[in-house]
């Protein structure tokens, strides 16, 4: 069985999704890490994440492997190293381009053969599982949305004034959708879900 839960960033997409798979017993899908090792490894190698051939070349390199809450790249520890601000940045550049999606569309339908997964993203629900049995949507205020965003950042060292993390995620709300590729958008069949309020 197969769980889809998109929305946009900060949303509360990640901590329903590992929650509701462990309740579940399912298998969580991280695929937001996928585009950040893309998008760290492009930096790693002073590869512009704005160059789409490069970009495209360096999805189709990477060597991802899951252990619980660890992620890791060409068999090293990358999980801090993908949340850092320049990385958040450069995944939502690399992850406009319609070669990059394809490719990490391809590698999160093969990581899901034969598993009950629960998935988050921006179109897990309309293009890269769209036969998943249910699907849901979350949205919250960006105000909000940027304040979970700093406490985070805070817990890993960095520290962000809200009002400029509140511009960052309304100019990567719009990027996302407004890309002509996988879109933001909810599924018809999704049940919507209003997370400003709700605490982790």
Do not use: W
Not at 82 to 94: D, F, G, H, M, N
Not at 115 to 120: A, D, H, L, M, Y
Not at 169 to 179: G, L, Q, S, V, Y
Request: glycine share 8%.
């Amino acid at each position: 069985m197969i769980v889809t839960i998109d929305g946009p960033a900060g949303s509360g997409k990640s901590t329903a999704a590992k929650g509701l798979a462990a309740r579940l017993g399912f298998r969580f899908l991280d695929t937001g890490a996928l585009y950040r090792v893309t998008a760290y490894e492009c930096l790693r190698a002073g590869v512009d994440a704005n160059d789409e051939a490069a970009a495209v070349r360096v999805a189709d390199a990477i060597d991802v492997r899951f252990d619980g809450d660890r992620v890791f790249s060409a068999g090293t520890d990358v999980t801090a190293e993908i949340r850092t601000p320049a990385v958040t940045e450069a995944a939502s550049v690399v992850a406009r381009f319609a070669d990059v999606r394809q490719a990490m569309d391809r590698r999160q339908r093969e990581l899901a053969v034969g598993q009950n997964i629960v998935t988050e993203g921006r179109d897990q629900g309309t293009v890269v599982f769209p036969g998943a049995q249910c699907k849901f949507f979350l949205v919250a205020d960006a105000k909000e949305r940027a304040a979970r965003r700093q406490r985070e950042m805070q817990t890993q060292g960095h520290s962000i004034a809200l009002d400029e993390l509140t511009v960052q995620i309304k100019d990567r709300d719009r990027r996302d959708a407004d890309r002509p590729v996988a879109p933001l958008k909810a599924a018809t069949d999704a049940i919507n879900v209003e997370t400003s309020r709700l605490k982790a």
